[in-house]
């Protein structure tokens, strides 16, 4: 029902099928598992992912949830009715789990909440409209995808995210606050949608960067770690021990300058 362009909105399935990991949760098996993803079989439950190499855990559960049964077809799993005039369905793979939630019509309030447990994360840092879940090091383990919202003509649409009951760092340069964390609320919010649309935040792995980069160079930095810049994006941290990039932080552009003279000289990335 919702395309861009040529293409469905929700992509094929990457799961091939699912098996139980207690009585109230399921996860599709993936060869290679970079974030263990535990999906409720009930809407209102939340769902559990863990960054399979340093342990950071993050639980997310969509506020005002009816209690629904999951229902799993074609490696896709459908809580139909979850909100008023709305389905939720679930995209599974072995990088995280994408959160369609598609709207009939016009809901009162053009916004989605969700109650998330951040007690097994060091910090928490904004991130070019995104927020990313950062170990102790400063690395971002898992992270909430820039979101978007797709209407009925087929036009993206950029939605908003933000924080409420925590603390965030909004640049990735120095170490995390590790303040600490145990639960915060995640908005997310659009407008200007014509419905039927369908809603997009993505829950994911931390590693890869936001956006691909043309013609851009690396900056080492004292600690090992490097900005990657140019390529007509913001700027992000790139950290060689495992190999995960971070995002620079809001309106630091300006300052890989400043840092140019304490780095390395830049070379081709």
Known sequence: RFRLGARPAISAAAATGFEAVDASHFRAPFEREVVRTSIPSR?????ELQDTRSGVLVRFALRGAADVAAAKANGL???RNVLPGADVVYRVDERG????VAFEQRPLVEELV????????????????????VDARGTAR??????????????????????EGCQYDDTSLGPPSNRPLRSCVVHVAWSGATYPAL?????????????????????????????ANGGFVEPEIYDPATGNFS????????SV???IHISEPTRPY
Not at 43 to 47: E, G, K, L, R, S
Not at 97 to 100: G, L, R, S, V
Not at 124 to 132: C, F, P, Q, S, W
């Open 43 to 47: 809407a209102n439950a939340p769902v």
């Open 77 to 79: 799993v459908l809580y």
């Open 97 to 100: 789990i994408e959160d369609f």
């Open 114 to 133: 969700y109650d998330v447990d951040v007690s097994r994360v060091a910090s928490l840092r904004i991130a070019e409209r995104g927020l990313e879940f």
């Open 142 to 163: 898992l992270r909430v995808s820039p979101p978007w919202v797709v209407d009925a003509r087929g036009y993206r649409r950029e939605a908003t995210l933000r924080i």
């Open 199 to 227: 809603v997009d935040p993505s829950w994911t792995a931390g590693d890869g960067t936001y956006q691909y980069r043309g013609g851009a160079t690396l900056t080492v930095l004292p600690d090992g770690r490097a900005i």
């Open 247 to 254: 995002f620079f932080g809001t309106g630091c552009a300006g």
């Open 257 to 259: 300058l400043s840092l």
